[in-house]
């Protein structure tokens, strides 16, 4: 079985890799400065508006979007190629409109959604001129369970009428952010996953209330952010409701299998620049009148740190492999493995890479510090570990008759 990418793939790849290397890493500095020193700090920093042009004007842009007319109609396995490039930088998806949560919001629009959506939505989303948030995770119940959802969408004629409370509602601080995808019950009283809806929902309309920005390990994450959202009577036309009524959670399954994919090689992206930072430090540094890389227990965490990348990248490309190949559903259990194998493993080689920077790994001098905690909200998002690995397990049960 060959993974190796096509060569539209291969041509891609030389070609972010040369506006990585020629635009975004040296700007990744100025981008951090324009943030601290903005009036806003939710507005785009001028800077990654100038990338964005320049991506758009080089034809990277909308990568993602597998099968469509509208992105550049790559396969899951020639997209994770270029998704584990972009993952090297925490700006660069943005840059080539790539980002979550809009890749996953684009992808339900263009799947899912109307012509009228795709219009007024998913054509701006597109270009680039408006961004999106995805409001699905609640505080007031575990969320793991997205049945335990209380957000109510009650039908009032011609209308829907949102009440509830959500956070972790990524991007929802920014200025750009204009539309949300909101997940709440329709019908309490149906069958236990048909109880579900996704309706669009405008952040301008009366109702939405954006409470606050929440910090991950005490980086807001700004232009971007995470918010507490409350949607209190919030009123949309009836026609926002996504493929009907009860069917948040096949569109759940449709969104999220792709997004996993994305998330788990930008985050080997992660783990192959910290590997490559805890190489050049251990060969640059010395202690004890030796180079670092004379200590057996660092050339121990070097080696380490490769096998499990290639391990991670493996298992990565085969579950995209089988995506493209026999669908997401037949490809659940890959899914769910990379879901829990790869943020473990970069967080084991961001781990390393800060013990070899010492105080400089966790200051704001190297990407280091921020990178381990962006990776580490991955063993939540999208499902925690413990739900991924109770999938896995009865998956691997099913081959095993019980025999009581």
């Known amino acids: 079985m060959s993974y190796e990418p096509s060569d539209r793939a291969k041509k891609l790849q030389k070609e972010l890799i040369e506006f990585m290397d020629a635009y975004v890493y040296p700007n990744e500095h100025k981008h951090h400065e324009q943030v601290d020193n903005a009036e806003n700090r939710w507005a785009p920093t001028?800077?990654?508006?100038?990338?964005?042009?320049?991506?758009?004007?080089?034809?990277?842009?909308?990568?993602?979007?597998?099968?469509?007319?509208?992105?550049?109609?790559?396969?899951?396995?020639?997209?994770?190629?270029?998704?584990?490039?972009?993952?090297?930088?925490?700006?660069?998806?943005?840059?080539?409109?790539?980002?979550?949560?809009?890749?996953?919001?684009?992808?339900?629009?263009?799947?899912?959604g109307s012509e009228e959506h795709k219009e007024k939505w998913l054509k701006p989303l597109l270009e680039g001129e408006i961004r999106s948030c995805f409001s699905m995770t609640e505080p007031n119940v575990?969320?793991?369970?997205?049945?335990?959802?209380?957000?109510?969408?009650?039908?009032?004629?011609?209308?829907?009428?949102?009440?509830?409370?959500?956070?972790?509602?990524?991007?929802a601080m920014t200025t750009t952010t204009k539309i949300a995808i909101v997940m709440g019950k329709t019908d309490p009283t149906a069958e236990k996953h048909k109880q579900q809806s996704m309706i669009l929902v405008p952040l301008d309309a009366p109702g939405v209330e954006i409470v606050r920005a929440l910090h991950v390990f005490g980086y807001d994450h700004a232009p971007h952010g995470h918010a507490e959202v409350h949607y209190n009577n919030v009123r949309v036309?009836?026609?926002?409701?996504?493929?009907?009524?009860?069917?948040?959670?096949?569109?759940?399954?449709?969104?999220?299998g792709p997004g996993r994919i994305h998330h788990c090689m930008r985050t080997i992206g992660v783990a192959e620049r910290a590997l490559e930072a805890m190489c050049e430090r251990a060969n640059a540094r010395e202690a004890f009148g030796r180079p670092l890389v004379e200590f057996d227990s660092i050339r121990k965490d070097i080696a380490r740190s490769r096998l499990e990348i290639e391990q991670a990248r493996l298992m990565t490309l085969k579950a995209a492999h089988m995506m493209d190949t026999v669908g997401n559903k037949v490809a659940r259990q890959e899914i769910a493995m990379i879901k829990v194998i790869a943020p473990n493993m970069a967080l084991k080689v961001l781990d390393r890479a800060i013990q070899v920077h010492g105080g400089a790994g966790v200051s704001q001098d190297t990407f280091l510090a921020a990178a381990w905690a962006s990776v580490r909200t991955l063993r939540l998002a999208d499902g925690p570990d413990e739900v991924h690995l109770d999938s896995i397990a009865k998956l691997e049960l099913k081959n095993y008759p019980r025999t009581h």
């Open 46 to 112: 001028p800077i990654m508006e100038e990338l964005k042009a320049k991506a758009k004007s080089a034809g990277l842009w909308n990568l993602f979007l597998p099968e469509s007319e509208r992105g550049a109609g790559l396969t899951n396995l020639e997209y994770a190629y270029l998704c584990e490039i972009m993952g090297r930088s925490h700006m660069a998806p943005e840059v080539f409109n790539c980002s979550a949560p809009d890749t996953g919001n684009m992808e339900t629009i263009e799947r899912y």
């Open 142 to 171: 575990a969320s793991s369970d997205a049945t335990n959802i209380g957000t109510e969408i009650r039908r009032e004629g011609d209308e829907y009428v949102i009440n509830g409370k959500k956070w972790w509602s990524s991007g």
């Open 237 to 256: 036309p009836a026609s926002n409701i996504l493929l009907g009524e009860g069917r948040g959670f096949e569109i759940a399954q449709g969104r999220l």
